[in-house]
């Protein structure tokens, strides 16, 4: 599925119906370049699960973990150097726990996620807007 947002707020609204689907232990590749919305798009997710508090990129804490209808844990693995690093971090515990586990920059880490994985593809585009599309998706149609 492929979605064309034009503003932050639509992104966060189409985020919103992903995370209204998702289940506990899903996990959620995203791929994008610097700036492409991949944290906008998790604000949306949570708030579909409840967080309450101010989802901010995880560049330099590597995980944020949040509370909500189920847990929220987001990952930023942009500055690790290897898979090993990733699965240093615990995040086995996390990815197949009873949370929903957002990876982004998950192309370094891709060998180690499981095929179910879905994968969340943000692109810029030169109105200003983003393309999304959404792989492996298993719960169907988005609403609305």
């Excluded at 604000?43 to 330099?60: H, M, Y």
């Excluded at 804490?61 to 209808?69: H, M, P």
């Excluded at 898979?83 to 982004?104: A, H, P, R």
Aim: glycine share 10%.
């Amino acid at each position: 599925m492929t979605f064309i947002t034009q503003t932050a707020e639509e992104t966060i609204i189409l985020g919103k119906k992903i995370g209204s689907k998702l289940q506990p232990g899903d996990i959620i590749a995203m791929e994008g370049a610097l700036a492409a919305g991949k944290t906008t798009i998790t604000k949306g997710i949570a708030d579909a699960l409840g967080v309450q508090d101010t989802i901010t990129s995880p560049t330099f804490t590597l995980i944020s973990e949040y509370e909500g209808n189920m847990p929220l844990y987001h990952m930023d693995v942009y500055r690790l150097d290897s898979c090993e690093d990733f699965i240093n971090l615990g995040v086995e515990d996390l990815m197949y726990g009873d949370g929903i586990s957002i990876i982004e920059w998950s192309e370094r880490v891709r060998a180690e996620l499981p095929p179910s994985t879905i994968t969340l593809r943000l692109e810029t585009r030169d109105d200003g807007g983003r393309t999304i599309s959404l792989e492996n998706w298993p719960y169907g149609e988005l609403d609305g």
